[in-house]
């Protein structure tokens, strides 16, 4: 029996940012997708004991679960010495913090209310596309200057901050002013073992 469960869901960039560094690492796992749809009391009864927050993903490592995504990814990278884990493990969880409290928070909300759901009031909109626009910013300095946020190596950086730009649908958000973060964001998808959302998360 596999070490490590993934329960996840098609609609969380969190769940694919951990399923695509199970990937990259070739991490031999079983996966298990989560309909987040009904309320929680209704969903998959094994997950609801394992998830301790009642969010997805939830990462099963020989019947012990991890929570919150970038906890798990750090767990990842240390286990397996790899995701930038070899670099600079400082950095790494620099990045990873950034990411939960600016990227990983703005552009969810902002991208959900735009084009899956009703919009917020309009002013809560114009503040989540201003701090959306200001990470991408701050996302497009770092990859001017090299490859992957970390240096020439994709790490879980990576993987955390670009996981919700790898759906298909925020090509319908104006992110013209960002070719840098494109051509970043082209190199993700260019690794051994990418696949995308759809194929993954279903």
């Known amino acids: 029996m596999t070490r490590y469960r993934l329960y996840g869901s098609l609609q969380s960039g969190h769940s694919y940012k951990v399923r695509l560094a199970l990937l990259l690492l070739g991490?031999?796992?079983?996966?298990?997708?989560?309909?987040?749809?009904?309320s929680r009391e209704q969903r998959d009864p094994e997950w609801q004991r394992a998830?301790?927050?009642?969010?997805?993903?939830v990462l099963m490592v020989d019947d012990r679960p991890i929570?919150?995504?970038?906890?798990?990814?750090?767990?990842?990278?240390?286990?397996?010495r790899g995701l930038g884990w070899d670099v600079d493990t400082d950095r790494l969880t620099e990045w990873l913090f950034w990411e939960?409290?600016?990227?990983?928070?703005?552009?969810?909300?902002y991208r959900f209310h735009s084009l899956l759901a009703a919009p917020l009031t309009p002013d809560a909109m114009a503040w989540l596309?201003?701090?959306?626009?200001?990470?991408?910013?701050?996302?497009e300095e770092a990859v001017t200057v090299r490859p992957f946020l970390m240096g020439e190596k994709v790490s879980a950086a990576d993987l955390?901050?670009?996981?919700?730009?790898?759906?298909?649908?925020?090509?319908?958000?104006?992110?013209?002013?960002?070719?840098?973060l494109h051509a970043w964001l082209a190199r993700i998808r260019h690794?051994?073992?990418?696949l995308p959302p759809l194929e993954v998360m279903g």
Do not use: T
């Open 129 to 139: 596309k201003a701090r959306m626009m200001a990470d991408l910013a701050v996302l």
């Open 160 to 180: 955390a901050c670009s996981a919700y730009l790898l759906y298909e649908d925020v090509a319908e958000l104006d992110l013209a002013a960002f070719p840098k």
């Open 191 to 194: 690794l051994p073992g990418w």
């Open 27 to 38: 991490i031999e796992h079983e996966y298990r997708s989560i309909d987040i749809r009904p």
């Open 100 to 109: 939960a409290n600016r990227i990983g928070l703005a552009l969810p909300i």
């Open 67 to 80: 929570v919150q995504s970038n906890a798990i990814l750090l767990h990842l990278a240390r286990e397996h």
């Open 51 to 57: 998830s301790r927050f009642g969010e997805v993903p």
